[in-house]
């Protein structure tokens, strides 16, 4: 049975930092490449940022230079290092690898 487990949300001030992990069991980490979504309300759901297996990163236009997906294949979990974060940020993020998706974690960043 396969599980992704976000942690790490919360409430931020403007220009503070969060991290958020995503711990994956039940699938073969390493070859997935594993993905940072988030979801507004009343926005559709978009990526933020991606990691291939062999560490290739890529991010969306509005992140960049701000966040940092890193992954740690030993233990399984994948990392978003946010920060200068904005009021803008604010969604619910979900990691999401193999197909499968994690339950997210709510993000607030108030100004």
């Known amino acids: 049975q396969v599980h992704l487990v976000e942690s790490g949300g919360g409430l931020v001030q403007a220009g503070g930092s969060l991290r958020l992990s995503c711990a994956a069991s039940?699938?073969?980490?390493?070859?997935?490449?594993m993905g940072w979504y988030r979801q507004a309300p009343g926005k559709q759901r978009e990526l933020v940022a991606a990691?291939?297996?062999?560490?290739?990163?890529n991010y969306a236009d509005p992140v960049k230079g701000r966040f940092t997906i890193s992954r740690d294949n030993a233990k399984s979990t994948v990392y978003l290092q946010m920060n200068s974060l904005k009021p803008e940020d604010t969604a619910v993020y979900y990691c999401?690898?193999?197909?499968?998706w994690g339950q997210g974690t709510q993000v607030t960043v108030s100004s």
């Open positions: 999401m690898g193999g197909n499968y």
């Open positions: 990691i291939l297996s062999a560490g290739r990163t």
């Open positions: 039940g699938i073969i980490f390493s070859i997935y490449a």
